[in-house]
């Protein structure tokens, strides 16, 4: 049980770690309290929580991927390495894909809903 509550640490101290030093994983941290709030004021249905929910997560776990990859990649190649400056920028793009999926399915949720508050004004 102790080893399974030190895994959690680790785990909170690698979040804590990103949240530190990466300023794109604060970014998506607002983004998501943003799509929170949003959803709260704007009453999503249950449907669309999972699908906001899991957004929020696929975007803020590829960050943590992607912040454990460069971590990696400027300990075993801390001078410029072409390879090196590659595997940074496709992780980078696997961020990018999930924020644009996450910034579609937003759209698909939130615009309508504040199209239609903007109507009945």
């Known amino acids: 049980m102790k080893k399974l509550i030190r895994g959690f640490g680790y785990a909170f101290?690698?979040?804590?770690y990103a949240t530190a030093t990466q300023v794109n994983f604060r970014i998506h941290l607002v983004a998501s309290l943003t799509a929170t709030l949003l959803?709260?004021?704007l009453h999503v249905?249950?449907?669309?929580w999972i699908w906001i929910i899991f957004c929020m997560a696929l975007v803020l776990a590829a960050e943590l991927f992607n912040t454990a990859i460069e971590v990696l990649t400027d300990l075993v190649s801390p001078e410029y390495?072409?390879?090196a400056g590659h595997v940074k920028d496709?992780?980078?793009?696997?961020?990018?894909?999930?924020?644009?999926?996450?910034?579609?399915t937003g759209t698909i949720i939130f615009l309508p809903k504040?199209?239609?508050l903007i109507h009945a004004a």
């Open 13 to 16: 101290k690698g979040i804590g």
């Open 39 to 41: 959803g709260y004021a």
């Open 45 to 48: 249905s249950a449907n669309e």
């Open 81 to 83: 390495n072409k390879k």
């Open 90 to 104: 496709v992780a980078a793009g696997g961020v990018l894909v999930t924020a644009i999926f996450a910034l579609i």
């Open 114 to 116: 504040i199209l239609a």
